[in-house]
């Protein structure tokens, strides 16, 4: 018998569990139901992914979480995509004889029925998963196309969430991710898994679909949190499983997983106990896990088998100078600043500059910094990013500059949407007065 939660006990759990499994699963869920309907129904895959969640929220709510909610949702999810396209094929009656089709044969692919697939473990799902992100990186789509288009159907990221990362605009997201879908539906060739989905152009774009997930647990934009662990996660079982397969052997990966697991790392030491922002320079080192500080010095020796360094090499580099400093006194700002003189040659984007200005403000003094950030022309300046706003703050306010410092403060408290940070922009205002 399914072991069943008291619904009096289960609401709290239940609703953390959808918010998990909405990032772990959701991904899981679109790329099965995908490969087993076929690319011209990937709208219909993700909405009965969606569909199964939001299911999920409501009954698990009301009567427990079952034993196995994974199976769970697989089976709400087929059962509606079942429903969703006899529905479609009645209304257009584009294939008339669909409906007349016993349940099976829509699944059907080889031998595969739904009931050989729709019980499986989520486990046994990761090549899917794996071929789906890849395929959303075909090289004959704009780069740009490709990660907006597999942020929002493997990791279930709305069109403002994607618009953020990318810093466009919404209309902008939303016209990628459709023609990217256009692309794939009218070009099958390009749906082909084989050897050559394991290209450079492929695994780059998924590298970065994988990095910006990662960024946004790590530096979220959601209104009620500020640090997201379950995307960080995440972002680092994609990329462990990209690393782990037979014909996939690219430095990269192992550079980006030393990035990602020097973050993580520090991950519980960004927030106080309040869930207010901590500050490199304020946070309790000795939370850090150096179990995962570990780890990332095992990945980033694996990612040295490479002459070419990527910018997840430099960018991992920089990160384990953070980490190896006893206090925030014994940074080695000189090696950082080298170390983003080196980005810059590869990525010389306005956030990039911040980055490296931030340094140089440690090193030489905020006067340097501002200077940095000056030369930077003013049409590139991300103008809705709040970071970047916040940091000129920061930059001002330790330049003795409290008025621009306090105007810049402003402008980005009206760009945030984290509670968590709108909390500690309101202090520093505060403290401009």
Sequence with gaps: MTNIAKPTEAIPDSNKLVEHFFRHEYG????????RLGMRYIDVAEDCAQIALSQALHHWGRNGIPEN????????????AIDAIRKQAMEVRAQPELSSLPQSSLFAEGQVQPSDWILEEPGALDDDQLQLLLVCCAPELPVSSCIALALKVMCGFSVSEIAHALLTSESTIQKR?????????????????????FDQERIDAALMVLYLLFNEGYLSTHTRMS???????????????????????????????????????????????????LLLESQDRSKWSWSDIRLGMDWMQRSTSSVQASRYHIEAAISWEHCRAARFEDTDWDRICELYDVLLVRIATPIQWLNRAIAESYRSGPSAALQIIAAIPESEHPVDYPIWHAV???????????????QQW????????????????????????
């Excluded at 899981?28 to 490969?35: A, G, H, I």
């Excluded at 790392?265 to 106990?273: F, G, M, P, V």
């Excluded at 402003?410 to 403290?431: F, K, N, V, Y």
Aim: aromatic share 4%; net charge positive; proline share 2%.
């Design 177 to 197: 991710i459709t023609r990217a879908k256009e692309k794939l539906r009218g070009d099958p060739s390009m749906l082909k898994i084989d050897a050559a989905i």
């Design 410 to 433: 402003t402008i980005a408290l009206g760009c945030t949407h984290s509670r968590a940070e709108q909390e500690l922009l309101r202090r520093r205002i505060a403290s401009c007065s």
């Design 227 to 277: 640090t997201r662990r379950e995307l960080c996660e995440e972002a680092i079982r994609l990329a462990t499983i990209l690393s782990q397969h037979p014909r996939n052997d690219v430095s990269s990966v192992y550079a980006l997983l030393a990035l990602m697991s020097f973050h993580i790392a520090r991950l519980d030491a960004r927030t106080d106990e309040a869930g207010d922002v």
């Design 28 to 35: 899981r869920l679109v790329s099965v139901l995908t490969k």
């Design 69 to 80: 909610p994974g199976g769970w949702l697989f089976r709400v999810a087929s059962r509606s």
């Design 392 to 406: 000129l703050g920061y930059l001002h306010h330790r330049n003795g500059d409290l008025v621009v410092a306090k």
